[in-house]
């Protein structure tokens, strides 16, 4: 009984140390990636051009030790001499190493006549960091950079911080107007008896299956003779409208699940649906109206598709925004990576801040019995 005891333990501890091991792993992987954008987006345009993100921390590679001015009278089309042996332009933009171990690199084009003299070795942290690519990035004005040869690059900016605005205006009430009215439609559902009550649950439970693209054709058409396309009352009619369905059956699995005997002695003590509702029910349902608050902020925060349809151009979000970048400034790395922690701070805030309740709030009323 013994030995069957301490087999069972050790598997047990080392299934333990597997499955820790894959989370751990996949934390990583998930981590690394995000960490070298978040670098940089603080660094310099010309640093990010020239070397890669990891750079800022400690590690071997080569440093600049001093450098070298070509006599510009010198054919650089033609083999010459430099620090005792003869190169050519193509080998030294590629790199000559010299027998002592330095390192002869070309700066620029042809026409620079410089050359930089590298040793290699350990370096230390690179902290030349920079609140600038937010700004520019927040910015709808003109952005002027150097890249990594040191040419200025000028760009129009993309007012990210307009459109962080805009989406402030869309994800709020677009959180809190189908919160309100599903936890009506929830209560009515679970504790209030009416004619159809569970045809008209069904139906909404059927909706939450119901893929939206097929609707945002005819809604989009009804908008447009209504002249509310590009506005925001369009995009919160159409977010209330897609959301309902899983508000109202997440919130009707928890609110049918609150103990009994507390409605009925308000009953008893003459309490109306409506004081019930708001005295008992709503502080009652707070796990599960802050998991679904956090499930729909970041829905319609990160959403692109129903924003595009609805709003385009006229009030642009940020996904939108960033969208727009991405096809005008690919290459421009630290407006992208800006422009992408730009559009995380809120919804970041958001899951952080009500994060306690999510799970609770999720499971509420999923297992019965």
């Given amino acids: 009984m013994t030995t069957k005891t301490a087999s069972m333990k050790k598997r047990k501890s080392s299934s333990g140390f597997w499955v820790n091991f894959v989370l751990i792993l996949i934390c990583v992987v998930w981590l690394v990636p995000t960490v070298g954008v978040l ?45 005792g042996i003869t190169s050519t332009f193509t ?18 084009n042809k026409r620079t006549h410089l050359v930089d003299v590298k040793t290699y070795g350990w370096i230390g942290f690179d902290l030349k ?28 900016g993309n007012d990210l911080g307009g459109a962080f605005l805009n989406s402030i205006a869309v994800a709020v009430p677009s959180t809190i107007i189908p919160i309100l009215i599903a936890a009506f439609a929830a209560y009515g559902f679970a504790w209030m008896n009416f004619p159809g009550r569970k045809v008209l649950f069904t139906i909404v439970v059927g909706l939450i299956v119901v893929p939206l693209q097929i609707a945002l054709v005819p809604i989009l058409q009804d ?14 009619l159409a977010h209330t409208g897609f959301g309902l369905p899983l508000a109202v059956y997440l919130l009707y699995n928890y609110i049918g699940e609150l103990p009994r005997d507390i409605l009925e002695s308000a009953f008893i003590d003459g309490a109306s649906h409506f004081t019930i509702f708001t005295k008992l029910i709503l502080p009652l349902s707070v796990p599960a109206l802050a998991s679904f608050a956090i499930f729909q902020f970041l829905w319609v925060w990160n959403d692109y598709l129903v924003a595009l349809i609805f709003l385009g151009d006229r009030n642009r979000v940020v996904t939108v925004a960033l969208a727009a970048m991405v096809g005008e400034k690919g290459q421009d790395w630290h407006l992208l990576t800006s422009g992408a922690f730009i559009s995380m701070i809120l919804p970041l ?12 709030g999720l499971m509420a009323g999923s297992v019965k019995g």
């Fill in 39 to 83: 670098v940089t987006s603080f660094r310099e345009p010309q640093d990010i051009y020239g070397s890669g993100w990891w750079t800022v921390f400690p590690h071997k590679g080569w440093t600049v030790a001093n450098e070298i001015n070509i006599d510009p009278s010198i054919d650089v089309d033609q083999p010459f001499q430099i620090e």
């Fill in 91 to 108: 080998e030294l933009r590629q790199g000559v190493k010299l027998n002592d171990g330095r390192l002869l690199q070309w700066v620029g």
């Fill in 129 to 156: 960091l920079t609140l600038k690519n937010y700004k520019d990035t927040m910015s709808g004005g003109t952005v002027t950079y150097l890249d990594a040869s040191g040419n200025q690059i000028q760009r129009q």
């Fill in 223 to 236: 908008y447009t003779a209504l002249n509310l396309n590009g506005t925001y009352l369009a995009m919160w």
């Fill in 349 to 360: 805030t958001v899951f952080f801040a009500l994060q306690r309740y999510f799970v609770r």
